[in-house]
């Protein structure tokens, strides 16, 4: 298959759990762009906190906060904020069970409640993660993402209660909270029609439980080696460990270094 496109997961794909992008990542990357590949990452990042390893990379295109925002070579090209409405009754709804939402906007991010215990078991340790308290950040700004801090035995209520949204957990206090229809995949959808590349010329690699969608509609879709036991079963194809040269074997695998 003549593959055009290859799109990255950032968070145990290109980046491992030191937050680092090993070197043989870096230099099959740069090979593919200098075989006139496309490459961009698919992430549930923001634009901003995914800045630094798009940079890093060099790499001007991306679909952030899970497909509902995506810039191409620097442009944003399509956005969909979630209902301030919705937003409204979700965070009434955490506040009365004692929990806390994580705003994330076009450009700058707010929590409800930094004091949250289950803020703080996210967050609380992280010393980078500056963040600003306003419960009400969703009125004056346009929200992309929230993450939801809440135990997952709440899973399942809140899916039922809330069905302008959908809800991805990522982390034991820790769900991203996204527009209805929304993914990685969605993104990409949006992508071939721009770029007229099917999907089945396309590549992404992964590891989390939000590529799922996008693993399944790319014509290659490529697990990490260290990814979750559910994704793998998705993937046409599971490489070795991020921090085992992941990325440089799967290319290898597939003819495209």
Known sequence: MDYKLVFFDIDGTLVNDQK?????TKKAVQT???KGINVMIATGRSPYH???????LGIDSMINFNGSYITYKGDVIYKQALLKKEIK????FVSQ????????????????DKENPYYIQMFGNRTHWEV????FFFEKNDVFQIFLHSPKEMDELFKQMFPHFDFIRWAEFGMDVIPK?????????????LLSISSEQM???????NDKEMIEYVGMGIAMGNAHEELKPLANLVTSHVDEDGILNGLKKINLL
Not at 20 to 24: A, F, G, L, R, W
Not at 203 to 209: P, Q, T
């Open 20 to 24: 680092e992008i090993p070197v043989s």
């Open 32 to 34: 593919l762009k200098e």
């Open 50 to 56: 995914a800045k630094i390893v798009a940079d890093e």
């Open 89 to 92: 009754k979700l965070y009434q």
């Open 97 to 112: 069970h004692k929990l806390c939402l994580t705003y994330l906007g076009e450009k700058d991010y707010a929590t409800s």
């Open 132 to 135: 600003t308290m306003d419960p």
């Open 181 to 193: 229809h929304h993914s990685k995949a969605s993104g990409i959808q949006t992508l071939t029609k």
């Open 203 to 209: 590549v992404a690699f992964g590891d989390g439980e």
